[in-house]
């Protein structure tokens, strides 16, 4: 089992719509989560990230974090063909000294 | 905001060539990097964590005879990749965490390694 496992997608969407990501992680031991939109060539930028349970909203962005499940999500609202890239999920765990494990990241396309 | 400026952006170079990488945090000290590897449509694995006047933790599976990092200020961090090899060929990626933050690590922009 993977530790971190997102679908590769390509998710396709239409311009205006809400894309929804998911990812799930193994490890209970994980403490904090992030999201990171990765273009074609080029290194990761930091989207969002989540520490507790619940929702956490930036502009068009929403993380979701369940605990329980072992699970959190990115929602991106109003989606533009710019949002078009990688969503990569990470993971730090307690005692890891700041290590980010990355799930394989999802392809998101938004069609116009 | 915080910039981790990583040099060079690209390499192409012979096969059995050693190549070094640099990554530098412009406006903050850095204890602890991480360099990370990219093959294409994968994605990055952990490599090494160079933690400031010390060896560097090399993750399973990575050689370290072959990958040296030296982390000799708290700013910079070098990966020397050895006697590299056509399956060395990817994208490799540091990172730094600020020492005197709690936000995530950032990334540089990464280097394009080809081995012909």
């Known amino acids: 089992q993977k530790e971190v496992e997102q679908n590769s997608g390509p998710l396709s969407v239409p311009e205006g719509a809400i894309a929804s990501l998911n990812c799930t992680y193994s490890?209970?031991?994980?403490?904090?989560f992030f999201w990171y939109r990765q273009y074609s060539g080029k290194s990761p930028e930091l989207i969002m990230s989540i520490y507790s349970n619940g929702d956490k909203e930036d502009g068009r962005f929403t993380a979701q974090l369940n605990k329980a499940s072992q699970y959190v999500s990115l929602l991106i609202r109003d989606s533009q063909p710019s949002d078009s890239a990688t969503y990569l999920c990470?993971?730090?765990?307690?005692?890891?000294?700041?290590?980010?494990?990355f799930g394989t990241g999802t392809q998101l396309k938004v069609e116009l | 905001g915080a910039v981790v400026s990583q040099h060079p952006s690209w390499v192409i170079c012979k096969s059995g060539t050693s190549v070094k990488i640099e990554c530098r945090s412009l406006?903050?000290?850095?204890?602890?990097m991480f360099w990370y590897r990219q093959f294409p449509k994968q994605s990055l694995m952990l490599m090494a964590t160079s933690n400031e006047g010390s060896k560097a933790t090399y993750e399973q599976g990575v050689e370290k005879d072959k990958f040296l990092i030296n982390h000799a200020s708290l700013t910079l961090s070098t990966l020397t990749v050895t006697s590299a090899h056509p399956e060395d060929s990817s994208f490799y990626i540091c990172?730094?965490?600020?020492?005197?933050?709690?936000?995530?690590?950032?990334f540089g922009d990464g280097t394009r390694l080809s081995i012909l």
């Open positions: 490890d209970r031991g994980s403490q904090s």
């Open positions: 990470a993971v730090t765990r307690t005692g890891g000294g700041n290590k980010l494990t």
């Open positions: 990172s730094a965490k600020d020492r005197d933050s709690n936000q995530p690590q950032h």
């Open positions: 406006d903050f000290q850095a204890t602890t």
